[in-house]
């Protein structure tokens, strides 16, 4: 499966292709874009990707998902290009037996997604600037922190 | 011997798409970090929370530049 596009994430379709018979609970997360970000206008964001390298670790941590919550079907899809305010910038999606596993397992995929996968956000402010953004709010501790706890700061 | 760096994000501010970089004999991943820190003084603090891929995969910083191919510089990820 194919986990970066540079198309509209049509979500409602993801959803209805995962039925599963063993599946007694499906969760959906959709990631979308603010129209603010720290108080500031947003007007719309961007999303470069490392493609091949973000494919192929959006598949591992799915399968690494699939097997640590026994899920029945897990899936991921992230934007690349413009998203608009609102738009799904991206999508994942579990299906297990109960609600925990599902919940749970969609909550370690998300998360690791935005803190390990190779793809970078552009905000663009209604004041004319950008810049790029960095994910980590430090807030848990249980996320996994590749980059040493130094935060990227403002490019602009 | 050069090597072909390519870059992302906002790490593209400073060097461009890619550059290419003479690396010496022995030198490490850190240690070419720390060269293209020199080189633009202004992407110091994003380099150092910079990764490293080759072949698609990380590359501990600490080990011997030793392939031939191209070195992706992988800035901190911002994706969701």
Request: with cysteine; hydrophobic share 35%.
């Amino acid at each position: 499966m194919k986990h970066i596009q540079n198309t509209e994430i049509s979500y409602s379709e993801l959803f209805e292709n995962f039925r599963h018979p063993q599946s007694g609970a499906v969760v959906l997360f959709s990631g979308e874009v603010r129209d603010n970000n720290k108080g500031r206008a947003v007007t719309h964001l961007e999303y470069e990707a490392y493609e091949p390298m973000a494919n192929k670790m959006i598949s591992e941590i799915l399968e690494e998902a699939k097997s640590r919550f026994k899920l029945n079907q897990a899936a991921c899809v992230h934007r690349v290009g413009r998203v608009e305010i609102s738009g799904c910038a991206v999508v994942v999606i579990t299906g297990s037996g109960h609600r925990k596993e599902a919940y749970d397992a969609n909550r370690y995929i998300i998360d690791r997604v935005k803190n390990e996968v190779p793809i970078w956000k552009h905000e663009f402010f209604a004041d004319g600037t950008s810049e790029w953004g960095q994910n980590c709010d430090c807030i848990s501790d249980d996320h996994h922190h590749h980059h040493n706890n130094h935060h990227y700061e403002r490019a602009e | 011997m050069n090597r072909k760096i390519v870059y992302f994000a906002g790490l593209k501010k400073f060097f461009g798409d890619e550059t290419s970089v003479e690396v010496a004999p022995e030198e490490s991943y850190a240690c070419l970090l720390e060269k293209l820190g020199e080189l633009n003084p202004e992407a110091k603090e994003v380099l150092t929370s910079c990764r490293i891929a080759v072949n698609e995969k990380f590359v501990p910083l600490d080990e011997t530049i030793k392939d031939q191919t191209t070195l992706f510089l992988i800035p901190p990820s911002s994706g969701g």
